[in-house]
């Protein structure tokens, strides 16, 4: 089988050679994972979508810049995370749920519900999930998203963000560290005690 | 490692890239330690949880909604001419800088051999170009200057 990053350079080349719809291959290849990424960042499915066309939109725009060094998905994820970023600014909705609001909505039910004999099921979790990631302030939901989520490993991590792997590392510390805090009715105390900044 | 660190580095157990020694040491540390055990199961069912978050499928009219919105033409780059293409220009400025040294450069050098030299005994009237009088005619010369 042929290595996805040399086909994905190939069809680049054929795009920027002038061949317009060799774009859709790519658009078809990343789809999932760049709306998967907006979901996760901006929850409402529909505004995630139309954030993953502008995405893909800017990514044609700035196809002649794309060097190559890092792998196509790390350069759109790069994208990705700065167009999310960008309109959550602009929106200036901070934190706008918290763990504690859902409990408080859902009282020890939800717990019950993710006790660890009994795992969620899919639509639970998925909502929990949501639930959970939005109440992470928006550089920690983007790590938590890329690594969790959609799996991106350290070095994926490091193309994507433009930073070393071990700046990876302390980062990734970091926002688990703020996501223990707000799960830590989920984790139990002995996440309290993790959560609490860096040692 | 402390209790405190080693509870710092559990949410790591689940990652691949996670050095080997490391990972020993912190089972070998969750297997004896219960406080540990349940947190690391706590992490580990948190991660279970976020990765069911909503992954969307794939879907053609997506695709199709993108190619409509690109702008036309494509982004096709600038051709890359080839290099003897600037070769005219580069023998056109060549020959103008050539001009502009050598001919002001040839005429300029023989008025002013000239007139410097008019006046001087023939045996020392060499040109710029040529090589300079011996050290004999230098010496006479030195004895004729007043």
């Known amino acids: 089988m042929s290595d996805p990053s040399r086909q994905d350079h190939e069809v680049v080349r054929r795009v920027l050679g002038g061949d317009r719809d060799a774009f859709a291959e790519l658009v078809r290849a990343y789809q999932t994972r760049v709306r998967g990424y907006c979901r996760g960042m901006l929850r409402d499915a529909a505004e995630a979508d139309d954030a993953a066309q502008e995405v893909f939109l800017k990514a044609y725009q700035g196809l002649s810049r794309f060097r190559g060094e890092a792998s196509f998905s790390s350069w759109l994820y790069r994208i990705a995370a700065n167009h999310c970023l960008d309109l959550l600014r602009r929106r200036g909705r901070r934190r706008a749920e918290s763990l504690d609001a859902l409990l408080e909505a859902e009282g020890e039910q939800a717990l019950a519900r993710l006790a660890p004999e009994d795992p969620p099921a899919p639509a639970e979790a998925g909502a929990l999930a949501e639930r959970l990631l939005a109440a992470l302030p928006e550089e920690h939901r983007s790590l938590i ?10 070095e994926e991590l490091a193309q994507a963000l433009r930073c070393s792997v071990d700046a990876v590392k302390g980062r990734l510390k970091r926002s688990r560290q703020i996501l223990a805090r707000e799960a830590r009715h989920f984790l139990g105390q002995a996440g309290v005690q993790t959560g609490r900044g860096p040692r | 490692m402390t209790h405190q660190e080693i509870q710092d580095q ?6 691949a890239e996670l050095p080997e020694a490391e990972r020993r040491t912190l089972s070998a540390h969750v297997e004896a330690c219960a406080e540990c055990r349940a947190l690391a199961e706590r992490w580990r069912l948190l991660g279970r949880v976020l990765t069911q978050a909503p992954r969307p499928e794939a879907d053609e009219p997506f695709v199709a909604s993108v190619m409509a919105r690109l702008p036309q033409p494509a982004v096709a780059r600038k051709p890359i001419r080839a290099p003897w293409h600037f070769m005219p220009k580069l023998a056109l400025g060549v020959a103008m800088l050539s001009l502009m040294v050598l001919v002001p450069r040839t005429n300029g050098a023989v008025g ?18 040529m090589e300079p009088p011996s050290a004999e005619v230098l010496g006479n010369l030195e004895e004729e200057l007043p």
């Not at chain 1, 890329?146 to 991106?152: F, H, N, T």
């Not at chain 2, 559990?10 to 990652?15: A, E, G, I």
């Open chain 2, 10 to 15: 559990l949410s790591m157990l689940r990652d």
């Open chain 2, 112 to 129: 002013t051999e000239s007139l410097l030299l008019s006046g001087l005994p023939e045996e020392l009237q060499w040109p710029f170009v």
């Open chain 1, 145 to 154: 998203v890329l690594r969790e989520v959609q799996g991106l490993s350290y």
